[in-house]
């Protein structure tokens, strides 16, 4: 058997660095070996599976050198993401991040950081493969359709919308098929946005109630039928399996891969 992966998740006291944490600890591949968190009090994280406990502070400076992680796991903030990164990398340490809100400058830079020290970095907006097959699936209908529309429906303390995985889905199926979608008007919008928002002539319309996770319905229509490719999720372990992939595939990368299709082999 190879040796275990040695892994450290910044923003380990998150919502979903707690998954990660959790979920790394019972994977035979992986072994949990720090935790970086900027509320940690304390200087240990005591495991789930009640195996013990490991180093946990507010700074990856410290972690970094104590445990000598090959790779880190980010849920945190875009802000607390970059610094991560620039000190990880010169530490030639491997990254998966889930972060969302990084810019095209900030991807860019993380694979020049990348490169330069020779280490593999997965970014990922939606670790949840069933919504990578969605999408994948989504761009694939495509071609035969002109007309489309999304609805995502999330709980209630989300704070943007649309999703990113809705605009990022009205962007690729708009890629593939090379122009606007058709999006009819209606004569008369009796309230105002009944007709959802509107991205490549993909009309987009969000769902926000206390019950949700997260959904989306991604719809095509033509005469006589339509198409309706729709993901669900019901709680946080949904992105468990994509984390699990990535850091055991991260190790073997150079440079920035974005998102899982390639790891799926759906690119
Ligand atoms: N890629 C995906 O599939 C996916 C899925 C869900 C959420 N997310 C994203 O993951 C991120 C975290 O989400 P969450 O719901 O866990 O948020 P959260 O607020 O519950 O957790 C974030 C954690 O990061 C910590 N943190 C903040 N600044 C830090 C710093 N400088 N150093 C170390 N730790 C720091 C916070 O103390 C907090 O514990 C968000 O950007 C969210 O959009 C991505």
Redesign the pocket.
Known sequence: MSTPIRVVV??A?????REVVNATCKDPDLRLVGA????AEGNTLPLPVGTGTVPLAKSLDSILTQVQPAVVVD???AE?SL?MVRLATKHKVNLVI????LSPENLDEIDRLAKVNGVGAVV?????LGAVMMIHLAKIAAKYFDNVEIIELHHDQKLDAPSGTAVSTARAIAEVRGKPFVHPKVQKETVGGARGAELQGVALHSVRLPGLMAHQEVIFGASGQTLIIRHDTINREC?MPGVLMAIKRVVDLKGLTIGLDRLLGLQ
């Open positions: 910044h923003g006291l998150g919502r979903m660095g970086v968190d900027a509320k849920f945190s903030n607390a610094a889930g972060t969302t809100g990922a907006p939606n670790f949840a992105y």
